[in-house]
């Protein structure tokens, strides 16, 4: 068995206190009372592309980072043969991240389990319940890990969670799974979310063109603001304040270059009838652009000193050009990153945006040294 993981013990369940009705029906969780019989395959693999709930290709991460992609597809989880007799049970969970040379990757952990099956084979042979008339069900999301068991021979096969009847899993296999010996864990790469460029430079895969500072009058823009650490996640600026901040003694800067697709106008034609938003407001939405991470580099002290002048630039005139590219720039003062990031367009209209502020006119030489 070469792949071999850690993860959470058991299936986490996020409780919220609402009751639905008829709940058996839900997405996965059919009112069958039996699963079929599991199909065996050769070995274990936690990195099927059909176990990797949809996760995401971030754009700008190139295609061929997608493990899950390297596997054949897992098969259909059931019931255990009766003359299945398993040495080791893995548990997968997607959850968490992998950091190494090609940068951030989603992970699957995965936990080695093994002893006494007994308890777990009972466990796994109990039916699902069927829902009863009017059944009225906790609406839990439960994160079920996959299980999976192995013989001696290697054949392994894909285990079926036995339901309750409002399609939760019973806690017997749970219980059975906790008594087994956990002995070895691991963490398996999955899809790669972030280059390493972009986490050496604390630089969001994608982000916000811009203009929508403009439209919303907020930069739009995902940061990391506390370094790109093990399983940090991007973070919306917030609001800008409603004074242009100061960026006097700032003495050097972090760049992070990005490319925006050339324009679309998207088909709203099946969206008209969103209550609540009307057409121009529709449209507005629909027409945001993102822009996709291209490269990184530093501003020094000698060129960091231009963007204090920033702030009081001239007003930019009115201009329709969309970029093809732009830059955020994150000013740092005595090696400290500041919260406040600065946006300029490096074709198009070439404008500077700052939070609090109207488009400006960038310096003709910071836009020299941007390009």
Known sequence: MSHRARTAGGAVAITLAILLSGCAGLPGFPAATDAPIAHLVEGVDCQAPNLNHDIAVQEGVPTQTDLTAEHPAAPDPGRVPTDFNPVAAYRCTF??????????????????????????????????????????????????????????????????????????TKPATHTALDELELTDTTLLPLVLQVTREALDANCAMSTGTPEQSLLFGGMGLQTFPDGMSDGAEPTTIPAPPAEAPSLAGVDGASVCVYTVDPHQDPDLSELNSVEGIDDLALGAMMNLQFGTFAGASTLEADAAVLLAAAASASQAPECSTDPTRFAVLWPERAGTRLDTSIQVELDGCQRLFLPGSHALVPAPELLNILQ
């Open 95 to 168: 959850f968490g991240s992998l950091d190494d040379a090609q940068g951030r990757w989603s992970a699957v952990q995965v936990e080695t389990l093994e002893g006494d099956f007994g308890a777990l084979l009972s466990a796994l042979a109990e039916p699902s319940d069927q829902a009863g008339p009017n059944q009225a069900c906790t609406a839990d999301m439960e994160l079920v890990p996959e299980l999976w068991l192995e013989n001696t021979d290697g054949d392994a096969l894909r285990a079926a969670w036995p339901r309750t009847s409002c399609g939760k």
